[in-house]
C-alpha cells in the first residue's frame, strides 16, 4: 500500500454527507472548505446569501459538491427549515458541524434577557435542534459525526464573557451528553475549541491592535489563530479514525489555554 493509499483510506470522507452551519465565513467556512475537500458533500447554512453563494461557488470551482441553504438559527421553525433544505440538497448527513455562532458580550450589569435569550437560541438550542434532528438517525446507521465549536470562554473568562462564555460552556456540556446517548451506536461528539481567532466573528476586538497582541503573547507560536487552523482537526474529527474519540474538547489554540 502506498503512503498516499494510506492516508487517504484514513482521512477520507468519500461518500459522506456534512451540514456545516457558519460555514459562510471564518472557522466555519474553513471546516466547509476542508471536508467538501476531502470527498464529501457539504451543505452550507448561514443567514447572508452574498456570503453563501460565493462559499459555495468557491467550492464548486475547486470539484467540490456543496449546496448551501439560508436561514435564521435563532428560531425552532428555522432550524427546522435549515435541516430540511440540508436533507433535500444530499440525503441525511453522516456529518453535523455546529459553527453558528452570535458574540453579543456587553457589561454583565448590562446583560439583559433579550441578548441573554438570543446569544442562548443561536449558541445553543440550534445545536441540540440539529443533534436532536440528526442524531438518532446516525446512530440507526451506524456512523456519525458531530463537532461543535466553542471557545476559550467555555473554560474561562474574560473580555466579558457573559452570555457568550455561559452557552459555550453549555455546548460543550451537550456534546458530552450527546456523546453519552450516541457513541455506543458509532456516533462520536466532540468539540474544537479556539483561542483568539482572526475572523469577522472578532471583529470589535481586533480594532484594538494592543489588545490582539497580547492575546498572541499569551499563546505558544506566538501568534492568534486563523480560521485555516482548523481544516486537519476537522477532517480527523469528521471521519473513521476518530472513531474512539468522543465527549472530548479539542484545544486549537496554539496552547494559549496551557500558557
Known amino acids: 500500500m502506498s503512503a498516499q493509499t494510506y492516508v487517504s483510506e484514513l482521512f477520507s470522507l468519500d461518500g459522506r454527507a456534512a451540514v456545516v452551519t457558519g460555514g459562510s465565513s471564518g472557522i466555519g467556512r474553513a471546516i466547509a472548505g476542508a471536508l467538501a475537500r476531502a470527498g464529501a458533500r457539504v451543505v452550507v447554512v ?44 444530499f440525503g441525511e448527513p453522516d456529518i453535523l458541524v455546529n459553527c453558528a455562532g452570535i458574540n453579543l ?13 438570543t446569544t442562548m437560541a443561536v449558541n445553543l438550542k ?11 438517525g446516525m446512530a440507526e446507521r451506524g456512523y456519525g459525526r458531530i463537532i461543535h465549536v466553542s471557545s ?12 457568550y462564555g455561559v452557552s459555550k460552556g453549555g455546548l460543550e456540556s451537550l456534546a458530552r451528553s450527546q456523546a453519552e446517548a450516541w457513541s455506543p451506536y458509532g456516533v462520536t461528539v466532540n468539540t474544537l475549541v479556539p483561542g483568539f481567532v482572526l475572523t ?8 484594538d491592535p494592543e489588545k490582539v497582541a497580547a492575546l498572541a503573547a499569551r499563546t505558544m507560536v506566538g501568534r492568534n489563530g486563523l480560521a485555516e487552523d482548523f481544516a486537519g482537526a476537522a477532517v480527523f474529527l469528521a471521519g473513521r479514525s476518530s472513531a474512539y474519540v468522543t465527549g472530548q474538547s479539542v484545544f486549537v489554540d496554539g496552547g494559549f489555554s496551557v500558557h
Open 200 to 207: 469577522p466573528l472578532n471583529a470589535r476586538l481586533q480594532s
Open 46 to 89: 448561514a443567514r447572508r446569501e452574498t456570503e453563501l453563494k460565493d462559499t459555495v461557488e468557491e467550492l464548486t470551482a475547486d470539484g467540490c459538491r456543496a449546496a448551501w441553504v439560508s436561514a435564521d438559527l435563532g428560531t425552532g421553525e428555522g432550524v427546522r427549515g435549515a435541516a430540511e433544505g440540508a436533507v433535500a440538497a
Open 126 to 136: 440550534a445545536p441540540f435542534l440539529l443533534g436532536q434532528r440528526f442524531g438518532p
Open 152 to 163: 476559550q470562554q467555555a473554560h474561562r473568562a474574560f473580555v466579558s464573557s457573559g452570555a
Open 105 to 117: 458580550r456587553p457589561p454583565m450589569s448590562d446583560l439583559g434577557e433579550d441578548v441573554w435569550d
